[in-house]
């Protein structure tokens, strides 16, 4: 539905990586929850009057939290659009996330507020009437709701946001809430079974679980993530497609928000080449990363000695030696540096993984031991890099 109306509505709506046609996504997103959340909630809200059902009531209020939660993600999408300026130079994109997480809370209030009104009717439980015309009210929720989800979920695949995934698991879970709500209104009303309290405490669970993953989902990117394994693999093929180009490593990528990426890596190249024709296919790589992420990229350059025999054969042995140690440890940045008075350094970077079973201080000594057996007189630099582990899609 979203992606429907974005044919009308958004300009370039295919350009899904523009800031602009985010916000176009978003509002859309936001202008129809409104409209679709406060009709159900008028007509749920009659027929819990009528029904005299809690669970109805509560169902009513849950899409009124949910068109609150629409204007939070309108209002989000607006203010993330706006351009960077000199308090927030990286822009505002990460509104769109503290939209997110606000829906989510929006979320979990709900559910405790119907899970204490289902205690009371519980404690206190009263008569409930039924009617088709309940029962067409509820099932009319159901599929409007239905077409929310679909529509909020592909327009969050389209232009990868946490903010309206977030929106799409609310719809699905109203689905299943008032399903549920439905059901009970037929037993009681069949059977004269009164379970109506309790299936307003179990929908107000499934809120709360609702929401809870929700604000996991938007709490991740705002305190730093590490991209997916798709989207750093990509790049990595991207830069080394160039020439010279020998290896690539230390990436970071910092995002501030939706498509506002900022990103820096080392890429390793020929020592014996032009410094000059190196610098401008650096250039290069950083302006085709530039127009196709729409982010801003920083590229350090490493050079490597590749036709040095005592260096390669130094270098072979180190990564020999690491291979005993755990195959899964990389290492980059190799040199020997030899200055005049000083005898000769070896450095080089490891790459190590978080929360790994040796101390960086055990893995330094394990190398000196090593080094030393066929270096004896040289100093060591060994610079422990922690790897970043990219998410799995």
């Not at 709506?13 to 679709?36: D, N």
């Not at 997480?101 to 404690?123: A, C, D, K, N, Q």
């Not at 630099?381 to 899609?393: G, L, N, P, Q, S």
Request: with cysteine; glycine share 6%; charged share 25%.
């Amino acid at each position: 539905m979203i992606c429907f109306l974005a044919r009308f509505f958004v300009i370039d709506y295919e350009q899904v990586k523009l800031p602009k046609v985010r916000q176009g996504y978003g509002v859309l997103s936001g202008v129809t929850g409104i409209a679709f959340n406060i009709i159900l909630f008028i007509f749920k809200l009659i027929a819990g009057f009528v029904s005299g059902s809690i669970s109805i009531m509560g169902d009513a209020f849950n899409n009124l939290s949910d068109a609150a939660s629409s204007v939070v993600t309108l209002v989000g999408f607006k203010l993330a659009g706006q351009e960077a300026d000199e308090e927030h130079p990286f822009g505002h994109g990460r509104i769109e996330y503290v939209s997110g997480l606000i829906v989510s809370l929006f979320i979990i209030i709900m559910g405790v507020e119907l899970i204490h009104s289902s205690f009371t009717r519980i404690l206190n439980p009263e008569p409930i009437e039924f009617s088709p015309a309940i029962a067409l009210i509820l099932v009319f929720s159901i599929v409007i709701k239905l077409i929310m989800f679909q529509g909020n979920l592909q327009a969050a695949r389209r232009i990868d946001s946490a903010a309206l995934k977030n929106t799409a698991i609310d719809s699905i879970s109203d689905v299943f809430t008032t399903s549920v709500v439905l059901v009970s209104a037929i037993i009681a009303y069949n059977w004269g079974v009164s379970i109506d309290g309790y299936v307003g405490v179990l929908v107000g669970l499934l809120i709360i679980k609702g929401g809870v993953g929700a604000a996991r989902d938007t709490i991740n990117p705002l305190l730093g993530e590490p991209p997916s394994r798709e989207f750093t693999d990509e790049i990595e093929k991207l830069v080394l497609a160039h020439d010279y180009i020998i290896g690539v490593h230390d990436l970071i990528i910092h995002n501030y928000g939706p498509s506002r990426i900022f990103m820096s890596l080392h890429v390793e190249v020929p020592s014996n080449k032009d410094i000059v024709t190196i610098h401008d296919i650096i250039d290069d790589i950083e302006n085709e990363l530039r127009t196709r992420y729409h982010c801003t990229a920083v590229i350090h350059m490493d050079p490597v000695i590749e036709n040095d025999d005592e260096v390669n054969e130094v270098r072979h042995y180190v990564k020999h030696a690491f291979k005993e140690l755990d195959p899964e440890l990389k290492i980059h940045d190799f040199r020997i540096i030899r200055t005049r008075g000083k005898g000769e350094r070896i450095a080089f970077d490891v790459e190590v993984p978080y929360h790994y079973n040796l101390k960086d201080s055990d893995i330094i000594d394990f190398m000196v031991k090593k080094i030393e057996s066929i270096r004896p007189n040289a100093d060591l630099d060994i610079t422990i890099d922690k790897a970043t582990k990219a998410k799995e899609e």
